[in-house]
């Protein structure tokens, strides 16, 4: 429900409109709840307006004016996001300010390897400048066609290349900011060497839209990756997925980059909505595994004797190696399909937890019982970056319990998920970020001294706490 605007509203919503134009400006009832819903409906708020700036200067008007108003902002990207950090509060008093016009491509330096984008341009959009340019960028994601490089920085995503590459972190040279204030921060450097003070660029990536709006970015590109090979397997257990990453790095070195885990549950789901399975197993989990080489070079070799290799030593189970590039993509759709079909199933309660590689089987082997118990029938869903320690457990209801009584329980069953990972030394927040729906907890499992010098980097940056509010750090 929206409140109803003051004089002082009223006035912000005409400057605004004098800003950046009338059509920019949205306050029709469905655009509110289009732009105040997250992809999955699992978030849903009101927001007094969505602005949609198309250049830095107009991101930077629209700031100044809403701070000036004391109105916070809710920057919004691609809207794919898993913890609700893009979507406003339900109170119709915060402004979300979409980066979607914001799409070009300002430059691509095949020599420096770089390209310099706007925050608003989507993810895919980067991937095909670079492989035009005979460049890779590196980031790898399911929502890819949807998500943007502003969306993939503030929250450092990470993805199914991460062994190989790192986060999103590993991959920006420079930023250009928008400050809470409304003052524009151009660090848009390209350079892989820099120690000349605090790095405000790291410090704004994976901060949420909590600390500024990100409108431009210099990422690093990668020499292309044209030949690759690419394996599905079945394993027998989670401790060999984490002991066949060591031998899958001894064949393949760096070229190693996925190696993907994904329980029976999952994969039935995927093939239970027709998705060809190549290796019909009873095996309880299974792999993806890609290396990936410049031109010419013999990854198909180094994928044979690392599986070779892996049978010999009971780690594998089974294997089918991709004999085309359309065999690729169905492997590729066993892996990227899940979170989509897992919405088949009801809402989801979702977790994206990393632990040390060599505690995943123990993190899996205790969860199973300690969720079965707390709920008979519960069914998980897992799967997830192994390679990276990161699983994704996520939950579905049991098949007799309406879904709105399953989430009634979220609270207990995600400390069960969220405790034990702390037991094991783990993070409760791997890739996804903290949005709204982990704040919370995240300050539960830090020390009193990591949150407190978290809330004075956010006093420090923005003062008045109209910076996507309530994401990251809780409300006081
Ligand atoms: P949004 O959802 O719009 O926003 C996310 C957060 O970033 C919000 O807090 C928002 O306020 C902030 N934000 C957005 N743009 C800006 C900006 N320009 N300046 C400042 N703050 C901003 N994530 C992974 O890490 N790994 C995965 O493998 C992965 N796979 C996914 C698969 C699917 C099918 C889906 C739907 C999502 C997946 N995600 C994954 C989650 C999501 O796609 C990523 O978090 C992505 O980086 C979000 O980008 P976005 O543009 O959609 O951001
Ligand atoms: C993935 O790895 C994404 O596919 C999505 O991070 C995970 O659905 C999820 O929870
Ligand atoms: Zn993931």
Known sequence: MSQAPTDLLTGLLTDLRAAIGADHVLTEPADLSTYGTDW???????????VRPASTNEVSQVVRLTHDAGVAIVPQGGNTGMCGGAVPSGDGDQIVLSLGRMRTIRDVDATGATITVDAGVVLVEVQAAAATAGRLFPLSLGSEGSCTIGGNIATNAG???????????????????????????????????DNTGYDLTQLFIGSEGTLGVVTGAVLALHPATPVRATAWVALPSVAAAADLLAVLRDRAGDRL??????????????????????????????????IAG???????????????????????????????????QGLWELRERITEA?????????????????????????LGPALQTALPGIRPIIFGHVGDGNLHYNLSRPVDLPGESFLARAA???????????????????????????????????????????????????????MNPGKVLTLE
């Open 40 to 50: 999955r409906g699992a978030f849903r708020g009101t927001p007094l307006a969505v």
């Open 159 to 193: 993805g199914t290349a991460v062994l190989r590459y790192g986060m999103m972190r590993n991959l920006v040279l420079g930023l250009e900011v928008v400050l809470p204030d409304g003052r524009v921060w151009d660090g848009l450097r390209s350079l892989r060497k």
């Open 257 to 290: 980059s996925t190696w993907e885990l994904v329980s029976r549950p999952a994969r039935d789901l995927v093939v239970g909505q027709g998705v060809h399975d190549p290796l019909p197993s009873s095996a309880e989990w299974f792999g993806l595994i890609e």
């Open 294 to 328: 410049p031109a010419g070079s013999n990854v198909g070799d180094d994928l044979e004797a690392a599986l070779g290799d892996g049978l010999a030593a009971g780690l594998v189970l089974e294997a089918v190696v991709a004999g085309s590039p359309a065999q690729r």
């Open 342 to 366: 897992q919405e088949t199933l009801g809402p989801t309660i979702k977790h994206d937890v990393s632990v040390p590689i060599t505690a995943l089987a123990s993190l899996v082997s205790r």
């Open 412 to 466: 207990d069953l995600s400390a069960i998920v969220h405790d034990c990972t702390a037991e094991l030394a783990g993070s409760i927040s791997a890739e996804h970020g903290l949005g709204s729906s982990k704040a919370a907890s995240a300050a539960a499992y830090k020390s009193e001294v990591e949150v407190s010098v978290m809330r004075a980097v956010k006093d420090a940056l923005d003062p008045s706490g109209l």
